[in-house]
């Protein structure tokens, strides 16, 4: 028997309804839900396509708590029949039934903001930089960040690429090694000596981008970004460059390494 | 710790992940590694039911990770088998669903040779305890 899973952030408190909604998981729920402090509530969905009438009391009980300190709940991936069972029981409205935790953190209050600004490149920065030293125990620091000015392009010996999709904005992170750092930070990480780019190796770039990506949508999608899950690309080929495809600001942020130089381009639009 | 004679398959789409995983696993010990580039070519090596423990990525094209563990877990001969997934995602809700899947470890990227050890050590002992209940 499984207890939901409640996790506290800043502005609200997200609840993963465990996968048995039975009379013992909601007698515990009960339990867990006796102090949710002056938070909103967004309670995830998961695969349930039925809440039975005890759950419902308990998520009217939240609601109604909630609503005496102005805060609100929000049920998010609800699947259609789950929606549908919602409005035969009356409660899709009490509830409020939002797409994603994108959406309700949007229709919260607590995220109004999806442009490029620091709070969007700040987890890049940080999440390179933290990888880059636990899997290949290379120290990097980033350089001052700039908007890319137009007619400027960056080169690089190897590329790792990977678009950032979410409902309501796409773009791309494409981090550039210079030869000779790539290859220092690929001879760390595997332990072994590289002198060339060859194909033990070449998918590093694409690796070491993935895993960037990952630790950055952590932190974003926290934050409401609602940014989808991807599959990174690589291009190799000495001095070769490399435009965005997409139409907005591109960010650059160049790194020092102990390994060597490198440069991180962000963008959405 | 898991025998280290036991027979491991690394899953993974990224050869340098795949060399990093069985560098750690052959520095631990273990010396028949073998690998699968994803979930679908994991599932023809690993359904004759030969290896003692998987390693696999999540995020990979064809056939994911975590449908790779979900055909194992259905398979009668495999279902058992010790099973870790290796992510560079780990949002609560992804967490939950591997855990609702089967999984014994979760290991999130980046990750040192020590961490992988100890998701090893205790997803070792989770089997052990389920084989014991």
């Known amino acids: 028997m499984s207890a939901a899973l409640l996790e506290k952030h800043k502005d609200y408190i997200l609840i993963n309804l465990p996968p048995v909604l039975d009379g013992n998981t909601c007698k515990l729920f009960d339990e867990q839900i006796t102090d949710l402090e002056d938070l909103h509530v967004i309670i995830h969905c998961g695969i349930q396509t039925f809440i039975p009438k005890d759950w419902l009391r308990v998520l009217l009980k939240i609601h109604l708590s909630l609503k005496t300190k102005g805060k609100s709940m929000k049920l998010i991936h609800a699947n259609p029949v789950l929606t549908n069972h919602l409005k035969k029981e009356g409660v899709d409205a009490i509830f409020g039934i939002s797409k994603d935790l994108k959406d309700a953190l949007t229709q919260l209050g607590c995220v109004t903001k999806k442009s490029m600004d620091i709070e969007f490149v700040d987890p890049f920065l940080t999440a390179t930089i933290h990888v880059l030293k636990v899997q290949a125990s290379v120290e990097a620091s980033a350089g001052k960040v700039s908007l890319k000015k137009a007619g400027v392009m960056t080169s690089g010996d190897i590329s790792g690429i990977i678009g950032v999709v ?24 595997l332990g072994e000596t590289y002198t060339t780019i060859n194909k033990d190796i070449v998918d590093g770039a694409g690796e070491l981008t993935n895993i960037i990506f990952g630790q950055a949508k952590i932190t974003l999608n ?10 990174p690309s690589v291009v190799s080929g000495k001095n070769h460059i490399l435009s965005s495809q997409t139409k907005g600001p591109v960010v650059v942020v160049p790194f020092e390494s102990s390994a060597g130089p490198f440069v991180i381009e962000i963008c959405i639009e | 710790m898991f025998d280290t004679k036991l027979k491991v398959l690394v899953v993974d789409d990224m050869l340098t992940m795949r060399k990093i995983v069985s560098k750690i696993l052959k520095q631990i010990g273990f010396t028949d590694i073998h690998e699968a580039t994803d979930g679908n070519d994991a599932w023809e090596k690993a359904k004759d039911g030969k290896f003692g423990l998987i390693i696999s990525d999540w995020n990979m094209p064809n056939c994911s990770g975590l449908d790779f563990l979900k055909r194992v877990r259905a398979d009668e001969k495999l279902s058992k088998t010790p099973f870790l997934l290796v992510t560079a995602e780990a949002e609560q809700h992804q967490v939950a669903e591997a855990i609702k899947s089967g999984v014994d470890q979760y290991v999130v990227k980046p990750f040192s040779h020590e961490s992988l050890k100890t998701k090893l050590e205790s997803a070792h002992k989770k089997c052990a305890a389920r084989k014991s209940a």
């Open chain 1, 166 to 189: 979410s409902d309501t904005f796409n773009g791309s992170v494409i981090i550039s090694f210079p030869e000779e750092t790539f290859l220092g930070i690929m001879s760390n990480m």
């Open chain 1, 222 to 231: 926290e934050k409401g970004y609602g940014i989808n899950t991807a599959i």
